[in-house]
């Protein structure tokens, strides 16, 4: 036998031991190996294990079955992984869909606040500035009446001011009767 010829025979035996472990270890599990018009039909593991034993090797048939059985287990399995990714990332979307709604109907609010505030404020201006003109012209008018006096003495205390003024008014000669003149209030500079 040439060496060629020993490395195939070799292969084979690896591969039919790594296939009958496979398919040994899929009946154990409790798995189908055929399946008939697309109904897997569950074999018992004891009748199963016995009809495999180590030394058989695997039919291609049987080794065909179970890459189905296998493919379609790993088929349906991602599927439902995709599925329920799918649903998650569907719910989380929907909530940022929400949130954002909500966001941007606080923006849409606070975007309508500033712009009445905004067209307030040309009012509030001219309002502020006609106030600006009467303030100082109603100051002036409480002032008329008003007197300032100079030359009174520094030695007149202020408790004592209102009398020495009282006193002083008659001797001007103002025509005033004591009784209507009236002093508020009466201070130094």
């Known amino acids: ?71 379609d287990t790993l088929q349906f399995n991602m599927k439902k992984q995709l599925q329920s990714l799918t649903a998650d990332l569907r ?27 905004a067209n307030k404020v040309p009012d509030y201006e001219a309002t502020l500035n006609s106030y600006k003109i009467k303030v100082p ?8 009446n008003n007197i300032r006096i100079r030359s009174i003495l520094e030695t007149v205390l202020a408790a004592g001011l209102n009398n020495y003024l009282q006193d002083m008014f008659p001797t001007l000669t103002l025509a005033i009767h004591p009784d209507q003149l009236i002093v508020d209030r009466a201070h130094q500079l």
């Open 1 to 71: 036998m040439s060496q060629r010829q020993k490395n195939k025979a070799t292969k084979a035996e690896r591969a039919s031991f790594f296939l009958a472990r496979t398919a040994r270890t899929k009946l154990r599990e409790g798995h189908s190996l055929y399946k008939d018009g697309g109904k897997a039909r569950s074999l018992s593991p004891s009748a199963s294990l016995n009809s495999l034993s180590e030394d058989q090797p695997l039919t291609t048939a049987t080794m065909r079955h179970m890459l189905t059985d296998l493919a």
């Open 91 to 117: 719910k989380d979307i929907s909530d940022i869909g929400q949130r954002t709604g909500h966001m941007e109907q606080k923006l849409d609010e606070c975007a309508d606040a500033h712009n009445c505030l």
């Open 137 to 144: 012209d109603m100051e002036d008018r409480s002032r008329r």
